[in-house]
């Protein structure tokens, strides 16, 4: 099983980017999926999740209006969209995966993680 996490990278503030997680040996429509963040020095946060349904979608407060998770079953792909991007994005970002999940924003409800993409946000 492996979720491959790709699409950081360097952006201006105000500018965009589309991360995608990509998973094999697991199908996502059994899974929720989440991306969490971790900057330097800090722990690892929550960011998007949606319930292992697709029915519903969550996000931190920070984001909320300028991220958008959504998932391709065809591709067995997430997908993180993140428009209107501020320094205080900057972090590595990964994307986790909880079976039949309801879409924590907590970590230690996923036993599934692809490795960071970082994601840099400059003034």
């Known amino acids: 099983v492996q979720l491959q996490a790709s699409g950081g990278g360097l952006v201006q503030a105000g500018g965009s980017l589309r991360l995608s997680c990509a998973a094999s040996?697991?199908?996502?429509?059994?899974?929720?999926v989440a991306w969490f963040r971790q900057a330097p020095d800090k722990e690892r946060e929550f960011v998007a999740a949606?319930?292992?349904?697709?029915?519903?979608?969550y996000y931190t407060d920070s984001v909320k209006g300028r991220f958008t998770i959504s998932r391709d079953n065809a591709k067995n792909t997430v997908y993180l969209q993140m428009n209107s991007l501020k320094p205080e994005d900057t972090a590595a970002y990964y994307c986790?995966?909880?079976?039949?999940?309801?879409?924590?924003?907590?970590?230690?409800?996923?036993?599934?993680w692809g490795q960071g993409t970082l994601v840099t946000v400059s003034s």
């Open positions: 949606f319930n292992w349904r697709g029915s519903n979608t």
């Open positions: 040996g697991l199908t996502f429509s059994n899974y929720a």
């Open positions: 986790a995966a909880d079976f039949r999940g309801s879409g924590s924003w907590s970590t230690s409800q996923y036993n599934r």
